[in-house]
């Protein structure tokens, strides 16, 4: 039988770190392209105790259908949490429990754009976001970063130009703390900037901050949402606790919640009860307080090696960012290498990583790549840095001289 598939997935494409998991049982690859978190961040113990508990005081809920919204114990823990951590009042009635973070961003282009309609975003994004807004068939125009991250100038011309064109944005999403791929924060000025734009062109603003608690150097900048209520603002459990469980969160007005509500009906009733049980008791104990300067220790030192190792091996010309928090670096190398055509070389020398245009919408981040430093082991780091180092080298051997 022939199916007929619909039009909705004539914009959707295989993500290249999804394509990278079937080398996965190549044991002598070293792969910086994956998003994980290490293992050893996983407090396996405290989530043994917690599930025992759990499936012996609240079993006969626990494993039944829950409420689409999330459970009220729940949602009343990530109030707490957002508001310890982000200074983010807010109310249970303004937070939907999602199946981790990437349902929130397909539940956010699914309500607010219809096919062809505008968005902004940082030039590069998160691939992931890349994946929902195209099944949702938006018009991405990327607005490109340095390192005090998203040039809102830029964003406020680009938004001048779509309304002349009748064309209004429907959101702008940044991730404007340790940003997926490129690891820079968005500076304090930049922020306040970015609020105002919103403000003035009355276009929602769309936080996504799953790297906050991730922080190894400098003082923290306040939290978009912290900064406007109206902001939406999208959190996962999968960096501070783990990402097995499926866990994540969406703050906003309750206009947008209950909206938000009505089509994750559709999708999948609700997110698992059990989780959502296990999830509230880890927030409840504070379990993730003592976590996360664990996993902080852990990283700081990882991403430290992987400087060095860059340092060391990199070529002459090359450059990366100096995140001050979560999982990755962008490196940037010789303009005439393309880090897609390279990346089968790369994988057959042991190496993997993630092109850089696999986060661009506007496909012009051909010779850079995105490295991540949280999962390896501190000996792979040196030494898939070198493989790729060494791969590099063998490219730029055979090119013409500039």
Not at 15 to 38: D, H, V, W
Not at 53 to 75: H, K
Request: charged letters at 25%; glycine letters at 6%; proline letters at 5%.
């Amino acid at each position: 039988m022939e199916f007929k598939f619909s039009d909705n997935l004539k914009n959707m494409k295989p993500s290249e770190i999804r394509e990278l998991l079937k080398y996965a049982t190549n044991k002598n690859l070293i792969s910086f392209g994956g998003g994980m978190p290490n293992p050893e961040t996983f407090p396996m113990a405290d989530l043994k105790t917690i599930m025992d508990d759990v499936m012996d005081q609240y079993g006969s809920i626990a494993l039944q259908y829950g409420n689409t919204g999330g459970l009220n114990e729940l949602r009343t823990e990530i109030v707490r949490l957002v508001r310890e951590t982000e200074n983010i009042k807010s109310s249970e009635s303004q937070v939907l429990v999602t199946a981790g973070s990437q349902q929130g961003l397909y539940e956010l282009s699914k309500i607010l754009v219809n096919p062809g309609d505008s968005i902004i975003t940082e030039e590069p994004t998160y691939v992931g976001a890349i994946s929902a807004f195209d099944a949702n068939e938006a018009d991405m125009h990327s607005i490109p970063m340095d390192e005090n991250g998203l040039k809102t100038e830029l964003v406020e011309a680009e938004i001048k130009k779509l309304i002349s064109k009748g064309k209004k944005p429907k959101f702008i999403y940044t991730i404007p703390t340790f940003q997926n791929p490129t690891g820079v924060t968005m500076s304090l000025d930049r922020r306040r900037h970015l609020i105002e734009i919103s403000q003035k062109y009355q276009v929602p603003l769309v936080e996504d901050n799953p790297y906050g608690e991730l922080r190894y150097d400098g003082e923290r900048i306040p939290a978009l949402k912290s900064l406007d209520p109206e902001v939406i603002y999208l959190g996962t459990f999968s960096k501070i606790m783990c990402p097995g469980l499926r866990m994540g969160f969406t703050v906003a007005p309750e206009s947008f919640i209950s909206r938000v509500n009505l089509l994750k009906q559709a999708l999948d009733l609700s997110s698992s009860t059990f989780s959502q049980f296990v999830a509230w008791q880890y927030l409840a104990r504070d379990e993730v307080k003592k976590q996360i300067p664990k996993t902080i220790k852990l990283y700081r030192r990882k991403r430290d090696t992987m400087f060095k190792a860059l340092e060391q091996y990199f070529p002459d010309g090359s450059s990366w960012s100096k995140p001050l928090g979560g999982m990755f670096l962008w490196a940037t190398v010789d303009s005439r290498i393309n880090t897609t055509d390279m990346l089968q070389d790369a994988i057959q020398d042991g190496v993997a990583y993630v092109s850089g245009n696999a986060f661009s919408p506007a496909r012009a981040q051909a010779n850079s790549m995105r490295l991540n430093f949280t999962f390896s082991e501190d000996e792979q780091i040196y030494e898939g840095i070198k493989r790729l180092a060494s791969v590099l080298e063998k490219k730029m051997s055979v090119l013409q001289p500039q």
